[in-house]
Each structure stands twice: as structure tokens, then as C-alpha cells.
């Protein structure tokens, strides 16, 4: 059972355009820790 503190990483996009890129989300504890660009899905670049 993983602790409360062990990262994971969830796939997601950004609504920010209409591009809606890619965004690997960190989330720890339940949180958003960190929000990266998703190498897979490079959609605005």
C-alpha cells in the first residue's frame, strides 16, 4: 500500500487553449505537486 507522501504521476491535458495539450500531473498526499509537459502528446508546441 503505497504511503501518503509516494508521488505518482497522472495523465491529464491543460484547458488553458483549444490546443489542449498534454500534462503529466505529480500528485502527492493527494495534491498537485507539479505539473509537467506530456512528452507523448505534444500537441502545441
Keep these: 500500500m ?3 507522501n509516494d508521488t ?3 495523465k491529464s491535458f491543460c484547458r488553458m487553449c483549444s490546443s ?5 500531473a505529480h ?3 493527494g495534491k ?3 505539473a509537467t509537459p506530456c512528452r ?3 500537441i502545441g508546441e
Design 20 to 24: 489542449c495539450c498534454g500534462i503529466d
Design 8 to 10: 505518482r504521476v497522472v
Design 27 to 29: 500528485v502527492a498526499g
Design 40 to 42: 507523448v502528446r505534444k
Design 2 to 4: 503505497p504511503g501518503k
Design 32 to 34: 498537485l505537486v507539479r
